[in-house]
């Protein structure tokens, strides 16, 4: 918003690559959010989903990344916010037949789960989490820190309302990363 000419240009760098990151992912420029990193990401969406979109509760599971297993523990503190871990099979992935079954109840809901798993390798399917999810109107966040730049994600038809990203997993400046977030969200 500078009027100065550095002011101007950065301004113009800035929407370039929100435009270049939009068009790889398929989506609009306004769907992206420059953020710190993908803490910051995640807990924007966690936070989001809670405070302005009327999740009452997070389904999140044990192997997520501290930023949003701590955040949601910290948003289940409060009186109308509960949070529950949603099993995992022998081979590290969700059990979507639960988490089916915790959505019918209609509780507003918002479903974290990582893209791909920074200790073990484990690859969720979220395209297959966030159907469940769209079947029964809840929120799916992902955390793509790990995937982002590695796997083809075509956000504009997968059904991913908010995805974090940090830049430096994918050779991008440490300090920078964004929240993308479904459009109409």
């Known amino acids: 918003s500078s009027t100065h ?3 101007r240009r950065t301004k113009t760098s800035i929407e370039q690559a ?4 939009a068009t790889h992912l398929g989506v609009a420029p306004k769907t992206i959010c420059f953020t710190s990193g993908g803490t910051e990401a995640d807990n924007m969406a966690l936070h989001a989903a809670v405070d302005q ?6 389904l999140t599971c044990a192997t997520e990344h501290k930023a949003v297993l701590a955040t949601a523990q910290l948003l289940a503190t409060r009186d109308d916010i509960s949070m529950d871990l949603i099993p995992l099979r022998e081979d590290g992935k969700i059990d979507l037949q639960v988490l089916d079954q915790w959505l019918s109840d209609g509780t507003p809901t918002l479903v974290s789960v990582m893209h791909g798993n920074n200790e073990v390798g484990v690859l969720q399917d979220i395209e297959a989490i966030g159907h469940c999810c769209r079947r029964h109107n809840a929120l799916f966040h992902t955390d793509t820190v790990q995937t982002m730049g590695h796997y083809r994600m075509d ?10 990203c940090s830049a430096h997993k994918l050779h991008g400046p440490k300090g920078a990363g964004f929240l993308y977030v479904r459009d109409g969200l």
């Not at 929100?18 to 990151?21: A, D, E, F, K, S």
């Not at 979109?53 to 997070?58: A, D, K, M, S, Y």
């Open 53 to 58: 979109l009327g999740c009452r509760r997070i």
């Open 18 to 21: 929100r435009r270049q990151i």
């Open 5 to 7: 000419a550095f002011g």
């Open 155 to 164: 956000l504009g038809t997968l059904p991913i309302d908010f995805a974090a």
